[in-house]
T-cell receptor, first 113, second 113 residues
């Protein structure tokens, strides 16, 4: 069975550029989560969706960050403009029972120079 | 903001030794989860504990949830190199109709052959 699929796996971009991260959740899952992981702050929840509707975006750090889920099989996390402090691993995760059984993708490693 | 403190932050042991890692909070959680994350991959759920005082065993891994549902421990017996990884605990707060999964920063375990 296919797990959560994220792309790109690695991205290096210059400060000021737009970054778009993509996620395909596990089929049938109705919750989708975006997390960010850094050494300093660990794993932080940015936003999560239920049935394609954003439920809690209080973790989104700034207006430069936005997330969409146009349908049940696709979500994007966009950073515009990007800054060096956005460098991190961004994980997408999905579940069908809220957070109780959550499956993570392999992550998108973002470096902003 | 609910915080989870994990200790130790780093642990390096010889193959065959036993170890315990801890996850502590001042907050009460609905349930608590343990994950293992290997380099370059996303966290993988190991176990969920729900009831205060609950003990769950997964082969050589024993998980315990504190009576007050504020803390948890993970004990590994006869550690093997394959146990190497980042162990994360995550508290689930399903109150107020919004699923919040708060992660600790993790314990990085190295098992030396």
């Amino acid at each position: 069975d296919a797990g959560v699929i994220q792309s790109p796996r690695h991205e290096v971009t210059e400060m000021g550029q737009e970054v778009t991260l993509r996620c395909k959740p596990i089929s049938g899952h109705d919750y989708l989560f975006w997390y960010r992981q850094t050494m300093m702050r660990g794993l932080e929840l940015l936003i999560y969706f239920n049935n394609n509707v954003p439920i809690d975006d209080s973790g989104m750090p700034e207006d430069r960050f936005s997330a969409k889920m146009p349908n049940a099989s696709f979500s994007t996390l966009k950073i515009q403009p990007s800054e060096p402090r956005d460098s991190a691993v961004y994980f997408c995760a999905s579940s069908w029972t809220g957070p109780n059984t959550i499956y993570f993708g392999e992550g998108s490693w973002l470096t902003v120079v | 903001t609910q915080l989870l403190e994990q200790s130790p932050q780093f642990l390096s042991i010889q193959e065959g030794e036993n170890l315990t890692v801890y996850c502590n909070s001042s907050s009460v959680f609905s349930s608590l989860q343990w994950y293992r994350q290997e380099p370059g991959e996303g966290p993988v759920l190991l176990v969920t504990v729900v009831t205060g005082g609950e003990v769950k065993k997964l082969k050589r891994l024993t998980f315990q949830f504190g009576d007050a549902r504020k803390d948890s421990s993970l004990h590994i017996t006869a550690a093997q190199p394959g146990d190497t990884g980042l162990y994360l605990c995550a508290g689930v707060d399903s109150g107020a109709g919004s699923y919040q999964l708060t992660f600790g920063k993790g314990t990085k375990l190295s098992v030396i052959p």
